[in-house]
């Protein structure tokens, strides 16, 4: 009975009954508002509705806050706000000498309002899992059952109990009920947000540091942050152990913190003496990091990037004197001394990450240590390659599953050596190439991100930004084999024997040639696979290429499209269209359009490239020495060469616009360069 009486006091636990009930009941209706009614609500639309979207009921308890951001608002709050309350007797030395004159010891008022906030979170969490869980089954939903709801228990239960304890243990160290609130979000993304701060500025010095491949790992740190991503990737069980035992951890840390809590530390920014210096030098150095990174982010330069550490190191560090010591007088010779060396440190640690001690930037596996390599734009599809597939039922409870996507992972020797003479070209270059870095709008940057998988099961992983002219020798010999075509086209990677029909839906006119003969749909395919075999680096990487004639939708048995586009490139295509005599249903010809008209560059600003109105083309028409073609053959040369995404890197080569006025009533707009116009239309601006 000591025992039972040592760790909680009735009297107190009822008086926060009393006193704080509301919580409990003004989370209860908020939890009721975003979860059993948003179902009701749902239930009660169209079924057409529901039939478009099944997942609409299951996304509420997956905490997608498009579903209901009222959920997931009022789970990061209310447990906060329940610390901030039931413990901000501390806050006020008044309020704090009086409760601590009672014959009570710290250790029971502690565990008492602990207990308290538990019961006001949990019960409103545990009787929405029960309504729900009855008006699901009530209502006959299939989409939601109870493994779904009792998921969202555990993890409403999860999250509410490390929030609170969060805020709690915060509220120990700091004598201001607005800064323990500050700084329980603080504590609650720090894992997430230094990480990031960290990696993200060591990725400016470090050549080929993967920060990309590192950012969604280290999101998920954060519960906060974690929680907003769960509709996409469920959480493990793991991760919910790691989330009690942080709870349990920082409710030791509160208990022993409160122990020891100076009463006449209320009112203070930071209770305990060994910890102001802690909370200085920790805020100076993530606000450093924070606006240096702005400034990186905004103009690109590293002395941007320097300025901006000064502006926020120096900002923070006096603010915080300030905050600490509740005063202006801050700005004495030994602060300043202080800072300054603060600053030196700093510098010498900024020092030290332009030299590469560890040989981190030169770093290369050996060939034969190498059994495949991920070359692609992110790291994206390698994060990913185990996540990939997924099953639809196709029809009468047959199922098929497919690849969302294929990782671009080489595993021939030869593309391997390949992208190795790549690796060390760019290692070689890694000192002029890292200019690149402060040129992010340049449209010839490309970046590349590498993942070694070595034969011990080991991985090397590197991230560069390049200017890809200066690459294009190495890049070809990779773009043009066997194995890249194959990782990027699926079409290269189908079944012939299980495409149905193929349909092909031309560019600006309302054409569709649509192929279900077999016989006819295996040399299609054949001939398109033959294509995009012959496709050279050039025709792959170029960003200045005229609009497809086309695009191509393969349907296979499952009811699944492969899709591709029809290149003005592919000859092989094109002559099979006109074996088969289907080659005028299948793209704009020059029959199909009124007149062209062109004018010099200068005036293709005056004009929307997307939805040209018919006053534009009016008005270009009958502007004097304007180019009108309707000549066939023209109109033909036009068609084929005429570019449609202007690349402003080559704003000096292009130098005519062009209009073609279809006879359905649409428009197609974009220029030609310099070097690929005609004579014809050369002589028409020369005069």
Not at 38 to 46: A, N, P, T
Not at 47 to 52: A, G, M, S, T
Not at 643 to 664: G, I, P, T
């Amino acid at each position: 009975m000591k025992s039972k009486t040592s760790l909680i006091s009735r009297g107190i636990l009822l008086n926060d009954f009393k006193r704080f009930a509301w919580i409990g009941a003004g989370y209860l209706l908020i939890l009721l508002l975003s979860v059993p009614l948003k179902v009701f609500m749902l239930y009660s639309r169209d079924e057409e509705v529901i039939i478009n979207d099944a997942s609409a009921y299951l996304r509420i308890f997956q905490f997608d806050t498009n579903a209901t951001m009222l959920q997931f608002m009022s789970l990061i709050i209310i447990p906060v706000l329940t610390g901030l309350l039931l413990f901000r007797y501390l806050q006020d030395s008044q309020s704090s000498d009086m409760l601590h004159a009672l014959p009570i010891k710290r250790e029971t008022f502690y565990n008492t309002h602990v207990l308290a906030g538990i019961v006001f979170l949990f019960v409103p969490v545990i009787l929405t899992a029960l309504i729900s869980w009855a008006l699901v089954a009530g209502l006959g939903i299939e989409q939601v059952n109870s493994a779904n709801i009792l998921a969202w228990l555990l993890i409403s239960l999860t999250i509410n109990l490390l929030c609170f304890i969060c805020s709690v243990a915060v509220g120990m160290i700091t004598g201001m009920t607005t800064i323990q609130g500050v700084l329980s979000y603080i504590l609650l993304l720090l894992p997430s947000g230094l990480s990031i701060l960290l990696l993200y500025n060591m990725s400016k010095y470090i050549y080929g540091f993967p920060y990309d491949y590192y950012y969604d790992k280290i999101t998920s740190l954060s519960p906060l942050i974690r929680l907003t991503e769960i509709y996409r990737q469920p959480i493990t069980p793991g991760e919910i152990a790691v989330y009690l035992f942080s709870s349990i951890a920082l409710y030791f840390v509160g208990r022993y913190l409160y122990q020891r809590r100076q009463l006449e530390a209320a009112g203070n920014a930071i209770t305990f003496d060994i910890l102001r210096p802690v909370f200085k030098y920790g805020v100076t150095f993530c606000f450093m990091l924070l606006i240096g990174s702005y400034f990186y982010t905004a103009q690109g330069s590293m002395g941007w990037t320097y300025f901006g550490y000064f502006l926020g190191s120096i900002l923070a560090y006096f603010l915080t004197e300030i905050l600490l010591n509740k005063s202006l007088q801050v700005f004495q010779l030994q602060r300043v001394k202080d800072y300054g060396i603060y600053c030196l440190v700093m510098i010498a640690l900024l020092g030290m990450l332009h030299f590469d001690f560890a040989g981190y930037e030169k770093r290369l596996p050996y060939p034969d240590e190498i059994k495949s390599v991920y070359l692609d734009s992110s790291f994206y599809c390698f994060k990913e390659k185990d996540n990939n597939m997924r099953t639809v039922n196709v029809q009468d409870g047959i199922e098929y599953t497919y690849q969302l996507f294929v990782p671009t992972i080489f595993t021939e020797e030869k593309d391997i050596d390949n992208i190795q003479s790549l690796h060390l070209q760019i290692i070689a270059n890694r000192v002029e190439d890292k200019e690149v870095l402060t040129k992010r709008f340049n449209t010839n940057s490309r970046q590349i991100c590498l993942a070694y998988e070595l034969k011990n099961g080991k991985h090397i992983y590197r991230q560069y930004t390049i200017t890809e002219p200066k690459y294009a020798a190495s890049l070809k010999p990779i773009h043009e084999s066997p194995e890249y075509k194959k990782l990027h086209n699926e079409i290269l990677r189908i079944n012939t024997a299980d495409a149905n029909m193929i349909e092909i839906n031309a560019n600006g006119m309302n054409k569709n040639l649509r192929i279900v003969n077999p016989v006819l749909i295996a040399q299609a395919i054949s001939v398109l696979q033959n294509d995009l075999n012959e496709e050279t680096y050039e025709e792959i990487t170029t960003i200045n290429q005229g609009p497809p004639w086309a695009n191509i939708d393969v349907t296979l048995e499952n009811h699944r499209n492969v899709s591709l586009v029809w290149k003005k490139s592919y000859d092989n295509f094109e002559q099979w269209l006109k074996n088969i005599g289907e080659y005028n249903q299948a793209r704009l010809l020059p029959e199909d359009i009124n007149f062209a008209i062109m004018d010099k560059l200068p005036d293709l600003d005056k004009l929307d490239l997307d939805k040209t109105r018919t006053q534009d083309i009016l008005d270009l028409e009958n502007k004097p020495g304007i180019l009108k073609l309707t000549d066939p053959e023209q109109l033909e040369f036009c068609l084929r060469n005429y570019l449609h995404n202007y690349n402003r890197d080559n704003e000096e080569q292009a130098a005519y616009s062009v209009v073609f006025q279809l006879k359905n009533g649409n428009t197609l707009s974009g220029f030609l360069f310099e070097a690929d116009a005609p004579a014809f239309v050369k002589e028409h601006f020369a005069r």
